[in-house]
T-cell receptor, first 114, second 115 residues
Framework: KAGVTQTPRYLIKTRGQQVTLSCSPI?????VSWYQQTPGQGLQFLFE???????NKGNFPGRFSGRQFSNSRSEMNVSTLELGDSALYLC?????????????FGAGSRLTVL | AQSVTQLDSHVSVSEGTPVLLRCNYSSSYSPSLFWYVQHPNKGLQLLLKYTSAATLVKGINGFEAEFKKSETSFHLTKPSAHMSDAAEYFCVVSPPNGGYQKVTFGTGTKLQVIP
């Protein structure tokens, strides 16, 4: 079956712009989580969605937001981009949230902010 | 509450020698523990997971990890390193099913394999 699909894979934006990233989970997976990965901060949890509800949110400013649709696809949005938002954004899906469920990751969306 | 500490940010081994990547965890409940691997410019891939069954867990590509509750450790080992093992490895702790604690990732260990 198809894996986790993230689009776009690469994008370049300028400061002040906004960006929307998309994540299509594995069919049947209802939990989607997002992570920001940078060389300095490592992997940081952004948010987790299950059945269209946000279950958890990491320590990021309100410029970072997300949502999940009824088909479990998820989007995250970053407004008023800053240089420090340059990162690899990873999405992961699982059948259920937390616990012993294995996270299946997408290849990521690499955002560069100029 | 839960946390995970990867004790080495970088590990360098010669090809054919054993690999040891160390991970300690802290949890107020019985956690699930995972090791993931990330090759350059790729997403993370599951190596193995522990979910309160056997304490010695075998994963893909010859890796295994042992859950030691008394030491709160979950170290990753491989008897003989291969060049293709060069990657970054993440130890992860997860709350019980349905728990509202988020999944917590370690800071990662970069494994270098010297030919």
């Amino acid at each position: 079956k198809a894996g986790v699909t993230q689009t776009p894979r690469y994008l370049i934006k300028t400061r002040g712009q906004q960006v929307t990233l998309s994540c299509s989970p594995i069919s049947g997976h209802r939990s989607v989580s997002w992570y920001q990965q940078t060389p300095g901060q490592g992997l940081q949890f952004l948010f987790e969605y299950f059945s269209e509800t946000q279950r958890n949110k990491g320590n990021f400013p309100g410029r970072f937001s997300g949502r999940q649709f009824s088909n479990s696809r998820s989007e995250m949005n970053v407004s008023t981009l800053e240089l420090g938002d340059s990162a690899l954004y990873l999405c992961a899906s699982s059948p259920l949230p937390s616990g012993a469920n294995v996270l299946t990751f997408g290849a990521g969306s690499r955002l560069t902010v100029l | 509450a839960q946390s995970v500490t990867q004790l080495d940010s970088h590990v360098s081994v010669s090809e054919g020698t054993p690999v040891l990547l160390r991970c300690n965890y802290s949890s107020s409940y019985s956690p699930s523990l995972f090791w993931y691997v990330q090759h350059p410019n790729k997403g993370l891939q599951l190596l193995l997971k522990y979910t309160s069954a056997a304490t010695l867990v075998k994963g893909i590509n010859g890796f295994e990890a042992e859950f030691k509750k008394s030491e709160t450790s979950f170290h990753l080992t491989k008897p003989s390193a291969h060049m293709s093992d060069a990657a970054e490895y993440f130890c992860v702790v997860s709350p019980p099913n349905g728990g509202y604690q988020k999944v917590t990732f370690g800071t990662g260990t970069k494994l270098q394999v010297i030919p």
